[in-house]
Each structure stands twice: as C-alpha cells, then as structure tokens.
C-alpha cells in the first residue's frame, strides 16, 4: 500500500499530500509549532486545516497531537517511552526554573503576552532553587539556555547569540514551557522544587564523597 493509497478515503489534496510527510516530520523533529513564529506560522496553519488526518496518523505511531488554545502552540508527545526526551540534571532544574519566573510574572503583572526576564533573574533563581551559592559554570550556562532556546522554550530579545556575561540581558519565556512542564497548581510547582533539591542535594554529597 502506497502513500497515495492510504491518504485517499480522506480527501487531501494533491499539495498537502505532498506536504503532509515534511510536515509531520518537522512536528517530530522539533516538539512545538509556533502560530506566532513566522518561520512555523505556515506549517502551524497546515496543521490547524488538517488536524484531524494529521493526529489520527500521529496516533497510528503511538504519539498524541496537542494544542495550547490560548498561545496557538501545537505539541506532539509520545505515548510511549521510547522517544521521549530525557534531560540531565540541570536541564531539568532550568526548566522548573523558567515555569517558576513563568508563573510569578504573568500572575503578578497580569500578562497577556509571554513574559520577559533577565539572565541576571535567571541566574539568582536557579541558585535559590538549588539552595546553593554555587551557579553553573559560564559554558555550562551558555550552553544549557542555547539547548532550550532550540527547544523553542526561550527567545532572546537583546540580538541573537546568548551572552551570559550581561545579567541585563533580557529572555522571552514562551508558552510552550507551560506544556513542557505538567505543573496544574502552586502546590504541584512546590513539589517540583522539593523533589529536585532533594536530588541535586544528593548528587553534590556524592560528588564531595568520591572526591
């Protein structure tokens, strides 16, 4: 059975049967399609037409298509765990860190829009996170906000490369950290925070003991 033969019943056209491999594939490929991201907003438009052929694909192959109504994203998740991504520690830290600063400012400024921080904020949470006054290392750093600017869970505002080395240097937090996340409540955050202190604790002590 073809491609042509098993995407007839649903009456695509031509163009987005052509379209329709790249499209899912770039869905795969980067997690997140973005309507307010030009380079996105025509795939982001393509999915939104189809998005009943789309998903029951998506679901053939063990994934489930999600959409965020409010910031126009569309996420693409496993049902399984075999592609899901895993993260190091500290990736997993910064994430927390950045729905935490997420939350604070939408809820104390009343954002309609995706809220701004400096690298300087990020900076001080992640270290009250941690409960430590030691911070990651300036590669370290750099390299960790790059990797999730290309998750799409970040922008730059001030140019286009990351220099650590300006605190004032502003970031955009995008909605998709809300989806990234699975936090419903204060409480959940709270949990979040405990559960990842605990285990960078232990990791330290670890560290501190072999050496």
Not at 10 to 35: E, H, I, M, S
Not at 64 to 90: G, P, T
Not at 119 to 132: A, D, P
Request: charged share 30%; aromatic share 8%.
């Amino acid at each position: 059975m073809n491609t042509d033969t098993l995407l007839e019943p649903t009456g695509l056209p031509d163009k987005a049967k052509r379209d329709l491999p790249r499209v899912v594939n770039r869905l795969l490929g980067q997690t997140f399609l973005y309507q307010d991201i030009d380079a996105d907003k025509d795939d982001y438009y393509f999915v939104h037409r189809y998005r009943d052929v789309i998903e029951a694909l998506l679901q053939l192959a063990g994934f489930s298509l999600k959409h965020d109504d409010y910031h126009r994203i569309f996420q693409v998740v496993s049902d399984f765990s075999y592609c899901r991504a895993h993260y190091r520690l500290d990736e997993t830290l910064m994430i927390v860190v950045l729905r935490k600063l997420y939350e604070e400012r939408v809820e104390r400024l009343s954002l309609a829009t995706d809220p701004v921080v400096t690298l300087g904020e990020v900076r001080e949470e992640y270290r009250t996170i941690t409960g430590k006054p030691r911070d990651l290392g300036v590669t370290q750093y750099e390299t960790l906000l790059r990797r999730l600017r290309s998750m799409g869970l970040i922008d730059t505002l001030d140019g286009k490369t990351i220099n650590v080395h300006r605190a004032e240097a502003r970031l955009r937090l995008r909605g998709s950290i809300r989806l990234i996340l699975p936090v419903q409540s204060a409480d959940d955050m709270e949990a979040w925070l405990r559960k990842y202190q605990a285990v960078d604790s232990n990791v330290d002590d670890n560290v501190e003991e072999n050496e």
